[in-house]
């Protein structure tokens, strides 16, 4: 966490509540937690393309607690970025409840993650083997509640579905019970990878809630967002890819405009994202408005200028 932006980051927005928001009645439109992506010059980027919500990526709450460096290298925050919810890999209740009091000034609330799939997160008890431990995903909402006393603050959790959808029900209202403030539903188990999502099991898991829920997978166009919002009766929709395809997705745009490959270069460049993200970003924006040809070109490109060149040469930019 940037020592400069710690002063500057109480948030006028941050009276914008995501649970006021969920109860709009309106599609609440999230940007996914994305390792890697999901940075404060991307959700800057997609605030300004009719996103209401933005997530961190997800952040090791032990490290975080431990280390100043992790903290300085891992969230970085601003003014404008809000409402902003940081989402922690945790498996003990006391770590996530310090990494939350240490990020609750800045952030509207935190996220357990609970549908991480990888190997290593499995193996530390992050992710999604917490689907199957609720006893300890409502250990960690309790404790959160008990110690970070600002009103408001929510504590939510991003789950994957179990192959018996009982068992997924039964998670959902313990931790609901226990003061969950919504729950994301990524519609796949955590062996699923390119099944289609269960939208069905989406809309079960609602109708037997009353917090928010959010839908989240396979969404690529506000149309399509609009279509998963409607089928599942969901409070919001949560898109990860689709965003990095085409940050504009949220404001109707099919593919990636120009204005905001600009927007892009700009907010980046103020914020001084590194090169390699930059481009990172760049490439996944453009995949769609590019041949094959050009794609060798501008993939194989080195630096910040040759890359501002590059733009400048075929698109005016
Ligand atoms: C590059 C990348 C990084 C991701 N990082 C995270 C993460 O940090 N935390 C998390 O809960 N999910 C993470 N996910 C999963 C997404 O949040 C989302 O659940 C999944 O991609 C399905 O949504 P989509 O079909 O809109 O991509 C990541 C996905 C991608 C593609």
Known sequence: MKSDCMQTTICQERKKDPIEMFHSGQLVKVCAPMVRYSKLAFRTLVRKYSCDLCYTPMIVAADF????????????????????????????ARLLSDAARIVCPYANGIDINCGCPQRWAMAEGYGACLINKPELVQDMVKQVRNQVETPGFSVSIKIRIHDDLKRTVDLCQKAEAT?????????????????????????????NMSIPVIANGDIRS???????WRITGTDGVMVARGLLANPAMFAGYEETPLKCIWDWVDIALELGTPYMCFHQHLMYMMEKITSRQEKRVFNALSSTSAIIDYLTDHYGI
């Open 65 to 92: 607690v431990k280390s100043i460096k992790a903290r300085d290298s891992e969230f970085t925050t601003n003014q404008g970025d809000c409402p902003l919810i940081v989402q922690f890999a945790a498996n003990d």
């Open 179 to 207: 003061g969950v403030s919504w729950i994301t539903v990524h519609g796949r188990t955590a062996e699923e990878r390119h099944q289609p999502v269960h939208y069905d099991s989406i809309k079960i898991i609602k109708e």
């Open 222 to 228: 506000l149309k399509e967002a609009e279509n998963v």
